[in-house]
């Protein structure tokens, strides 16, 4: 077996028996990164020589028998949504595009405390406004197992990433189904945990109240062991939760006994694809046949939670994306001369002169155009944010700013938070009755690229089985359970009541003890 097809936690065990060093490590994925991602497109940015410098250390540390990390010489790919201390941090948009942030970001800082090799930052949608991953300023990732069709998003490359064996363990964001639908696409299995179990201090904001990190992994065994070391409560991040954090890696083996797993009804009609309908139907089948019992519950409010959750998401993002003005930080209009990226305390009066004084070389058209320093100022807000951010992202800003506009506020925004809270009672009282919920991940296969992008609302519908995690706040994980007829991964979706990771983390790993779709990998070509 070549070492890069090795699960995490399998890596971790060589690595600790001293089979292999960190060194050899690093050194495997860098050449499977080097020879496959000039098709895949999965990093914005390697980081080789500071990865193998760390691997170095990390090697010399245990020759040492010094005191090593949980994660001491494993590589790990990071969304390029978090911040890295003196590192590019874009979110795949041109307005971040030279943005090197003067610190890390809580999970970042933990990942390094636990001596992971950060071995590179993934491509991503804008700002994690996507699901296909077509929305990256710089290029669209594409899915590992068929390179003609999109890996899901917005955590799309760091879902590839993984999928392609370029990495044993990656994070993501996921503020409507942007870990579990890239998990589900790529055949790989992926968790968003519970709201508030782990820090989003240095996530760059999306929609505050429903963004959240989590691991992607080959296993359920393998995001077990990265969540150990991102979850647990930060004093600089005040949604975080002060709760403990259980040992997931050692307590994922214990069987869940008298498991009951809900089937929602509202999740089986119209719209879902024939293959996933029987790739989820055989899964329940498996569990069944694992002493699971299964009944049907119902989410009556979920046919709703689409529109509910393009409501609130825009408004939050409408306010989040405010800040990018092109004046404290981030991608400024031409009409200003200072280099992109500085800026930060120049005074407002004198972004008026430089306005002023030197003119975009494309002007406003006539009858917009004035001398007057203010407009100049306004001409030089309106140019960046028009300029610095894609099509979706002003898509989305559009819409939130409208819902949250006087005369529109309670007929939108403030009804979408009553439907929220129904949402959220439909699944505390389906837990009444059942342990997990099980159902799809997407209603298709990954699609082919371009066939969705003009189609905002088709592509907004391929969240349908997933924002209802994010609006309540609940855990959810996408699992492989089988493949279509073209041959395309099709994820399993479990989700949890609140805090219930372990939970999560032992039925996941229940079924991939009796199946072996976490195995399959892409063939992308002949190892050597």
């Given at each position: 077996?070549?070492?890069?097809?090795?699960?995490?936690?399998?890596?971790?065990a060589?690595?600790?028996?001293?089979?292999?060093?960190?060194?050899?490590?690093?050194?495997?994925?860098?050449?499977?990164?080097?020879?496959?991602?000039?098709?895949?497109?999965?990093?914005l940015?390697?980081n080789?020589?500071?990865?193998?410098?760390?691997?170095?250390?990390?090697?010399?540390?245990?020759?040492?028998?010094?005191?090593?990390?949980p994660?001491?010489?494993?590589?790990?790919?990071?969304?390029?949504?978090?911040?890295?201390e003196g590192?590019?941090?874009?979110?795949?948009?041109?307005?971040?595009?030279?943005?090197?942030?003067?610190?890390?970001?809580?999970?970042?800082?933990?990942?390094?405390?636990?001596d992971?090799?950060l071995?590179?930052?993934?491509?991503?949608?804008?700002?994690?406004?996507g699901?296909s991953?077509?929305?990256?300023?710089?290029?669209?990732?594409?899915?590992?197992?068929?390179?003609?069709?999109?890996?899901?998003?917005?955590?799309?490359?760091?879902?590839?990433?993984?999928?392609?064996?370029?990495?044993?363990?990656?994070?993501?964001?996921d503020?409507?189904?942007s870990?579990?639908?890239?998990a589900?696409?790529?055949?790989?299995?992926?968790m968003?945990?519970?709201?508030?179990?782990?820090?989003?201090?240095?996530?760059?904001?999306?929609?505050?109240?429903?963004?959240?990190?989590?691991?992607?992994?080959?296993?359920?065994?393998?995001?077990a062991?990265?969540?150990?070391?991102?979850?647990?409560?930060d004093?600089?991040?005040?949604?975080?939760?002060?709760?403990?954090?259980?040992?997931?890696?050692?307590?994922?083996?214990?069987?869940?006994?008298?498991l009951?797993?809900?089937?929602?009804?509202?999740?089986?009609?119209?719209?879902?694809?024939?293959?996933?309908?029987?790739?989820?139907?055989?899964?329940?089948?498996?569990?069944?046949?694992?002493?699971?019992?299964?009944?049907?519950?119902?989410?009556?409010?979920?046919?709703?939670?689409?529109?509910?959750?393009?409501?609130?998401?825009?408004?939050?993002?409408?306010?989040?994306?405010?800040?990018?003005?092109?004046?404290?930080?981030?991608?400024r209009?031409?009409?200003?001369p200072?280099?992109?990226?500085?800026?930060?305390?120049?005074?407002?009066?004198?972004?008026?002169t430089?306005a002023?004084?030197?003119?975009?070389?494309?002007p406003?058209?006539?009858?917009?155009?004035?001398?007057?320093?203010?407009?100049?100022?306004?001409?030089?807000?309106?140019?960046?944010?028009?300029?610095g951010?894609?099509?979706?992202?002003?898509?989305?800003?559009?819409?939130?700013?409208?819902?949250?506009?006087a005369?529109?506020?309670?007929?939108?925004?403030?009804?979408?938070?009553?439907?929220?809270?129904?949402?959220?009672q439909?699944?505390?009282?389906?837990?009444?009755?059942?342990?997990?919920?099980?159902?799809?991940?997407?209603?298709?296969?990954?699609?082919?690229?371009?066939?969705?992008?003009d189609?905002?609302?088709?592509?907004?519908?391929?969240?349908?089985?997933?924002?209802?995690?994010?609006?309540?706040?609940?855990?959810?994980?996408?699992?492989?359970?089988?493949?279509?007829?073209?041959?395309?991964?099709?994820?399993?979706?479990?989700?949890?009541?609140?805090?219930?990771?372990?939970?999560l983390?032992?039925?996941?790993?229940?079924?991939?003890?009796?199946?072996?779709?976490?195995?399959?990998?892409?063939?992308?070509e002949e190892?050597?």
């Open positions: 077996m070549h070492l890069t097809d090795h699960s995490a936690t399998d890596l971790l060589l690595l600790n028996s001293g089979q292999v060093k960190a060194v050899e490590v690093c050194q495997a994925y860098l050449a499977r990164i080097e020879r496959r991602d000039r098709a895949v497109k999965a990093f940015q390697v080789a020589a500071a990865a193998l410098a760390r691997a170095e250390q990390i090697d010399r540390r245990r020759r040492e028998k010094q005191p090593l990390g994660l001491a010489g494993l590589p790990v790919a990071l969304k390029d949504v978090l911040c890295t590192e590019l941090t874009t979110c795949g948009s041109r307005m971040l595009e030279s943005f090197r942030p003067p610190y890390d970001a809580t999970v970042v800082a933990r990942l390094k405390a636990a992971a090799v071995i590179g930052k993934t491509n991503m949608d804008e700002f994690a406004m699901g991953n077509e929305n990256s300023a710089f290029f669209p990732t594409h899915n590992p197992w068929d390179l003609d069709r999109v890996p899901g998003g917005s955590s799309g490359g760091s879902a590839a990433c993984v999928a392609a064996r370029m990495a044993p363990l990656a994070v993501g964001s503020t409507g189904g870990i579990r639908c890239p589900g696409l790529c055949g790989i299995s992926g968003k945990p519970t709201y508030g179990r782990v820090s989003r201090y240095g996530l760059v904001a999306f929609a505050s109240s429903l963004d959240q990190i989590g691991p992607f992994g080959q296993t359920a065994e393998d995001c062991l990265l969540l150990e070391v991102l979850a647990g409560h004093p600089k991040d005040s949604t975080s939760i002060d709760r403990p954090v259980p040992k997931y890696s050692q307590t994922i083996r214990q069987p869940l006994q008298g009951r797993l809900g089937l929602v009804r509202e999740h089986f009609g119209d719209g879902l694809d024939g293959d996933v309908e029987s790739s989820v139907r055989e899964a329940v089948r498996v569990y069944q046949s694992l002493g699971a019992t299964v009944r049907e519950v119902s989410l009556p409010h979920s046919n709703y939670a689409v529109a509910t959750y393009y409501i609130i998401a825009p408004c939050e993002a409408s306010s989040n994306l405010a800040r990018y003005d092109g004046v404290h930080y981030g991608y209009s031409g009409i200003s200072l280099p992109l990226g500085e800026g930060q305390g120049v005074r407002a009066t004198r972004i008026w430089v002023a004084n030197h003119p975009h070389p494309n406003l058209p006539k009858g917009e155009e004035t001398d007057r320093a203010d407009n100049a100022l306004v001409q030089m807000y309106r140019r960046s944010r028009a300029e951010f894609g099509a979706e992202v002003k898509r989305r800003i559009m819409l939130g700013t409208y819902a949250l506009s005369g529109y506020y309670e007929a939108y925004y403030q009804k979408a938070l009553k439907v929220r809270r129904l949402i959220r439909d699944f505390d009282r389906a837990f009444e009755e059942v342990d997990l919920i099980v159902g799809p991940v997407t209603p298709t296969p990954a699609f082919k690229l371009g066939e969705r992008i189609d905002p609302l088709a592509m907004y519908l391929f969240d349908l089985y997933t924002v209802g995690a994010n609006l309540t706040g609940i855990p959810g994980m996408s699992i492989p359970c089988g493949f279509s007829a073209a041959g395309l991964p099709i994820g399993l979706h479990l989700q949890a009541p609140p805090f219930e990771e372990e939970r983390l032992r039925g996941a790993y229940m079924f991939q003890q009796a199946t072996d779709w976490h195995t399959k990998k892409p063939e992308l190892e050597n």
